[in-house]
Each structure stands twice: as structure tokens, then as C-alpha cells.
């Protein structure tokens, strides 16, 4: 609090890390009291590690195996969806809180959908994402064909070119497709009403009109990254030019940000979308990098520091697990997006953003993000 207060007085950040806290007299520390269920103190200390292992619950192992037995289930319809809770409070015999076990939807070896308990909140997202789309698929016909539409010819394999094989792309392309159509991608179990009211909407429009224009907007990013490596390559390819190798390699580890391999996995069709705006411009910057290095140069020190924060918060993510990491993720990502949109207000500024942005708004979301990280 006081952090945050020295903050909005005077716009001066002290890291949590720098307070003398081990320095701190007992007057001002937390008093700490561990009771049981009768409010009986079974110790107290200015020290929490202190109060660890006085009376340890049963292992949450024990604890999670009993709840799959009252609620998972090897095969799973869209009327069991019906009461299906979001998250399943994990109880001790005391009745004391010890975590959360998540109702997934998982696709089985045989491609039935199963219900699953997991403790992890991510994974749990990821397998329902794919179990939704399965679940939905299950009500129609002719997915293969639907497949072969919805698909990369091997004869344009430039456009896929370094992010997967053939057989791959294409996999993740239509679990993409399916995952937009029926607002799976956030892996949010959906009530029965919801499920029923969307597959009627996609049953009485189509799954190939539902799709084209997802598969469209992503063909169209896909060719306009093609046009941006080109660009690079064409530049590094000159014999005059004032551009170094460290300068081509950023600039296709700018593109490699835009659009990581697995950009289907990572990405909803909105930011697909607004990645098609990034790439462009990427080539206008490699355009007048070409004619002023310099200039270029000493723009390209206006993002370095952000794209240092953005790389600590990566690290620090990597390292986190648990049933907060989804909402961690949020404000990072947002970040993302509002640095993306800066390098376009430097770079580019003819395209516009989408938004108002500056180093102080970044700066400002940078804050918010170490106290809810760091």
C-alpha cells in the first residue's frame, strides 16, 4: 500500500525488493495466529513460515481422487453440460481450502469426449478448447471434406513456410477455424442453453460459411507475412546497402513476434487480424531503414527497454503455475498489444493505431503488471 501510495503521490517507484523489510522491528509486523476449527491458538509468531506443518490436511492427491469419482465421466453429451461448474472447491475433512480441481473436456484415443478433473487451470483450458470442438463436430457430418477446404495446398507451401510441416499446418489450421466458430478458444466449460443456442446458430448457417472467413483472414495474414519476409530478404540481398546481418536478424526476429510458429494456438482471429497491420509495418520500416539506418537506429532504441520487460515478464511466467497463471497472463498480454501498437506509432505512423499509445501509457501498464507479477 505504501508502494503504491509513493507511486500516485510523487510518480517514484520503489521496488517491493529494495524495503528493509528483514530490518523491520516486530512493533510493525504482522501478528499471526494459526486456530483451529474451535478458534483454539495453536501458535503465534511474527514469522508465517513459522506456522507451517502444525496440523498438514490430507494430501490433495487423496482429496481429487474422490471428487473423479462423484464427477468424471468416459463419455460426455451436451446435456451433461447442464450444472457443470467452472472450478471444484477441494476440501479437507476439516472443511479448510487446499486448491481447485477444474472440469476439463478431454478427447480421448477413441475420439470420444471425456469429462476430467485437472488441478491445473491452463491445462484444463487448453484440453477444453478441443474437446468443445469435438463435442460440437459430433452433431454433424462430412468433416472431411469440410477438412480439405479448409485447407493449405502443398503447392503453397510458401506460406506456411517455418511454421510447421504440411500435415501440422493444416491441423492446427481447422482446430482454428472450429475454435472461432463455436467461441471455444477460451477453453471456458459453456452451460447447456449456450452450447444448444450455438449450435443451432452454426447448424443454420453453415459450417463452411461459418468458416470461409476465418479461413480467408487467415490465408490473407499468412500471405502478407510472405510479402514481409521477402522484403527482408530482398534488402539483405542488395550489395548496397548501410543495413548490418545484426539488422536483418532483428528484423526477422521482429516478424518471428508477430507471428510465432504456433501463432494458431497462441492467437484468436482478432489478433490474427490485427497482425496483417504489424507485418506492413515491418516493411515500411525495413524500407526507410534502407534509406537512413541511422534514423532507424536511434528509433529502434525507443522500443529496446519494453521489449526488455516484456522478455522479464515471459521469464517470470515460465516459471509460475496454478490456478492465477490465466489472469497473470492478461495484463502481459496486454502489454504485447500496446507495444506492438508503439512500434507502429514509431515506425509507421501513416497506418494509425488502433488506440492512443506512448511510452508512458506502456510505462504506467508496466507498474500495474509488477505488482500483480513481480
Known amino acids: 500500500v505504501l508502494e503504491d501510495c509513493i507511486y500516485q503521490r510523487f510518480r517514484i517507484h520503489i521496488d517491493r525488493h529494495s524495503w528493509p523489510i528483514a530490518a523491520m522491528p516486530d ?12 478458534e483454539n491458538i495453536l501458535k503465534i509468531s511474527r514469522n508465517f513460515a513459522d506456522l507451517i506443518g502444525i496440523s498438514a490436511p490430507p494430501p490433495k492427491n487423496e482429496i481429487v481422487l474422490e471428487l473423479k469419482k462423484q464427477w ?19 476440501k479437507t475433512a476439516h472443511n479448510t481450502l487446499s486448491g481447485f480441481a477444474f472440469p ?32 460440437y463436430l459430433s452433431n454433424f ?18 506460406l506456411y513456410e517455418g511454421l510447421a510441416n504440411y500435415e501440422q499446418f493444416n491441423a492446427d489450421l481447422f482446430n482454428f477455424i472450429m475454435e472461432e466458430i463455436f467461441a471455444a478458444r477460451h477453453g471456458t466449460v459453456p452451460d447447456k442453453s449456450f452450447f444448444e443456442k450455438k449450435l443451432g446458430e452454426v447448424k443454420a448457417q453453415g459450417l463452411y460459411n461459418a468458416g470461409k472467413p476465418i479461413f480467408d483472414a487467415v490465408i490473407a495474414v499468412l500471405e ?14 542488395m550489395t548496397k ?19 510465432p510458429p504456433d501463432f494458431l ?15 506492413k509495418a515491418l516493411c515500411i520500416r525495413i524500407e526507410r531503414a534502407h534509406s537512413s539506418p541511422g534514423r532507424d537506429a536511434v528509433k529502434a532504441t525507443l522500443i529496446v527497454p519494453h521489449e526488455d520487460r516484456l522478455a522479464q515478464c515471459e521469464e517470470k511466467l515460465s516459471h509460475l503455475s496454478g490456478q492465477n497463471l490465466f489472469e497473470k497472463k492478461i495484463p502481459v498480454e496486454e502489454y504485447r498489444k500496446m507495444l506492438e501498437e508503439y512500434k507502429l506509432s514509431i515506425f509507421a505512423q501513416e497506418l494509425k493505431t488502433a488506440f492512443p ?7 504506467a501498464k508496466w507498474q500495474e503488471i509488477k505488482r500483480i507479477i513481480f
Do not use: H
Open 27 to 38: 512493533l510493525y509486523r504482522m501478528r499471526l495466529c494459526l486456530v483451529d476449527s474451535r
Open 357 to 363: 499509445i506512448s511510452a508512458k501509457r506502456l510505462d
Open 72 to 90: 468424471e465421466k468416459s463419455t460426455i453429451t451436451f446435456p451433461d453440460l447442464e450444472g457443470l461448474p467452472q472450478r471444484i472447491p477441494l
Open 104 to 135: 476439463a473436456l478431454v478427447v480421448e484415443k477413441k475420439g470420444a469426449v471425456a469429462l476430467r478433473l485437472l488441478t491445473d487451470e491452463e491445462e484444463s483450458r487448453k484440453k477444453t478448447s478441443k474437446g468443445l470442438v469435438a463435442l
Open 241 to 259: 546497402t548501410g543495413l548490418t546481418p545484426e539488422n536483418f536478424k532483428e528484423f526477422r526476429s521482429q516478424a518471428y513476434k508477430i507471428m
Open 265 to 279: 494456438n497462441q492467437y484468436d482471429l482478432q489478433k490474427i487480424v490485427k497482425s496483417r497491420r504489424y507485418l
Open 224 to 237: 502478407t507475412r510472405r510479402e514481409t519476409l521477402n522484403c527482408i530478404a530482398k534488402y539483405e540481398g
Open 141 to 158: 457430418q462430412k468433416i472431411k471434406s469440410l477438412k480439405k477446404d479448409f485447407s493449405v495446398a502443398q503447392s503453397q507451401w510458401p
